[in-house]
């Protein structure tokens, strides 16, 4: 029988705030950090976990992107999770019309059947991810694998993976750049002009991206 103080582990995407990873790391998580797709935190072989704060979740319902990434999460993994951060109440006024959240969290819950699990705040975030991380791994007596990787079920999850591998690019900003150039090698070919044209990358994240693939090994 292996042993209950084994410490539990929680593979977390590259591009995760910061904060996250030292409040997982302060309950006494063991963390990998690297580049995942689709979800951002890995917790066990069947439970990988999407998080969203509340006016992104908004803004990707509108552009529709939401559901494909809640359906890649859920043909990747037996167990995809939902996290929703932050107060919804005051995103909610802002809108003109707030039933389209309710009806997109429907879709997703009831349609979908991926649970949507809500977090006030990044450091309640930090304790569900742990106290799910500890109910899953001590009652299966069995570690998350620290070379699991996520399936990716299809070729566009293959060319969201490997665009989001470049640095400081997550999932939704991969899609982005797919939807924009139409292919991972016009991204890789585009020239630094090219790349600040889409919206989210910036000169930054574009000289970031010329560098790594011009770069001579």
């Known amino acids: 029988m292996k042993s209950s103080n084994m410490a539990l582990k929680i593979v977390v995407d590259s591009r995760e705030p910061d904060l996250i990873v030292a409040l997982l790391m302060e ?9 995942i797709t689709p979800g951002d935190y890995i917790v066990s072989s069947e439970c990988g976990i999407e ?3 509340v006016k992104d979740f908004i803004n990707s319902v509108f552009s529709g ?15 995809p999770i939902l996290i929703l951060e932050g107060e919804i109440e005051e995103e909610l006024v802002l809108m003109n019309n707030p039933r389209s959240f309710w009806g997109a969290l429907l879709k997703i819950q009831s349609d979908m059947s991926i649970p949507v699990l809500c977090t006030p705040s990044i450091l309640n975030t930090a304790n569900l991810l742990y106290t799910l991380a500890n109910r899953i791994q001590k009652k299966k007596q069995d ?5 699991h990787k996520p399936k990716l079920m299809t070729q566009k999850d293959w060319q969201v993976y490997v665009v989001a591998s470049l640095p400081s690019i997550g999932g939704e900003l991969a899609e982005r750049l797919l939807i924009h150039f139409g292919s991972v090698r016009n991204i890789f070919q585009a020239n630094l002009l090219d790349l600040i044209e889409v919206e989210g990358v910036g000169k930054v994240k574009a000289r970031k991206i010329k560098d790594i693939l011009d770069e001579k090994y």
């Open 27 to 35: 309950l006494g998580i063991d963390i990998e950090k690297r580049t």
């Open 51 to 53: 998080r969203k704060t």
């Open 65 to 79: 992107r939401v559901f494909e990434q809640v359906n890649r999460l859920r043909e990747a993994y037996e167990k």
């Open 143 to 147: 570690k998350i694998s620290i070379h």
